[in-house]
């Protein structure tokens, strides 16, 4: 089917990172990559799924490092956070599929309103992204039918300004019945992260600058929080008495 060969097997009809708008080579799409993403690693304890995807073969022409990390944490919360090194300084597109209809805030909050539920996503990091309303099409759970390839809907593409080698991503989604979550940016010295409070508890999420992989020969100690780890991702949970 056409629409199959130019939209469903392509990297822009998936929640995928584009590299100044590229994917996955297309003459790979074809034969395959000689390396393969995979999962690299996973957890799972008292209602947090962590999982880490390398996408750095199949991104292997763009960039030496892609590593997407998520953590789902009871079930209502999903924290993003895209580890990239690109060969040379470039901007990095953030792509979103959903079903339904999606409104921004002025605050940057972006609504996505489906026919069961509603979902809100924030931008932690970058600072700045300019969010795009894209065309795309139609597709199921199980695939995409002939009907559907034949229907238009929106996609977002949130593109980071900053052109350099170097990209630190986190995007939170939260379900709607955490409507009163609230959502704070944190930073400290090489290392960035995110709040969340719902309700008396609190869970800060840090992510390690220094153990991102670009250093060789010395150790990745970090002062986190309030915690002095080596740590990569380190999230913490407090309930107020």
């Not at 304890?45 to 996408?55: C, E, I, N, T």
């Not at 970058?126 to 759970?141: D, F, M, N």
């Not at 238009?152 to 979550?181: F, M, N, P, W």
């Not at 930073?187 to 609190?202: A, S, T």
Request: net charge negative.
């Amino acid at each position: 089917d056409r629409r199959y060969r130019t939209w469903c097997w392509k990297d822009i009809s998936h929640n995928v990172l584009l590299v100044d708008g590229e994917g996955q080579r297309e003459e790979e799409q074809i034969r395959g990559s000689k390396f393969p993403g995979c999962i690299s690693d996973h957890y799972e304890k008292d209602g947090l799924f962590y999982v880490q995807a390398d996408a750095t073969g199949p991104m292997a022409h763009v960039c030496s490092r892609m590593y997407r990390n998520f953590l789902w944490i009871d079930g209502r919360v999903l924290v993003v956070i895209d580890d990239v090194l690109c060969h040379e300084p470039r901007t990095l597109q953030f792509l979103l599929h959903y079903d339904g209809e999606a409104t921004t805030r002025k605050n940057g909050i972006i609504d996505i309103c489906g026919e069961r539920s509603t979902a809100h996503l924030y931008s932690i990091y970058p600072k700045e992204e300019t969010i795009h309303t894209r065309i795309g099409y139609l597709s199921t759970r199980y695939g995409t039918t002939k009907q559907d390839a034949a229907t238009e809907c929106d996609y977002l593409c949130l593109d980071g300004e900053e052109r350099t080698r170097v990209h630190s991503l986190i995007h939170v989604i939260a379900l709607d019945d955490e409507q009163d979550l609230t959502v704070e940016r944190l930073e400290g010295r090489e290392c960035i992260g995110v709040r969340l409070k719902h309700g008396d508890v609190e869970r800060e999420i840090w992510y390690n600058l220094r153990a991102d992989g670009r250093r060789m020969h010395i150790n990745s100690n970090n002062t986190l929080g309030t915690w002095d780890t080596d740590a990569y991702i380190l999230m913490t949970e407090c309930t107020e008495d």
